[in-house]
């Protein structure tokens, strides 16, 4: 008599998509992994992030002032900042 075979388990999920969006539009995005920093594209954009732990994101453009916010992909799967324009 063959034994049930019990269902495989779910992997975890390592990474999620993220939507990040600007007001205006067209700001660069930066992503902070521990000490680097990398560019990940232009608003608007979706991307892959790790599940696991907070990442800084840096909106950049030209005549705006940066914004910085932290997000969560384990609760969190979009993003959109209004950046300030500079004096």
Not at 38 to 46: A, F, I, K, Y
């Amino acid at each position: 008599v063959a034994s049930p075979v019990a269902a495989p388990a779910r992997p975890a999920l390592a990474a999620v998509d993220i939507a990040l969006s600007s007001i205006p539009p067209g700001a660069v995005v930066e992503v902070a992994d521990g000490s680097t920093t990398r560019e990940l594209g232009l608003t608007p954009l979706t991307t892959k992030l790790p599940v696991e732990g907070a990442v800084a994101i840096t909106f950049r453009r030209d005549g705006f002032a940066p914004v910085t916010k932290a997000i969560n992909p384990k609760h969190q799967r979009e993003l959109s900042v209004a950046l300030p324009p500079v004096a």
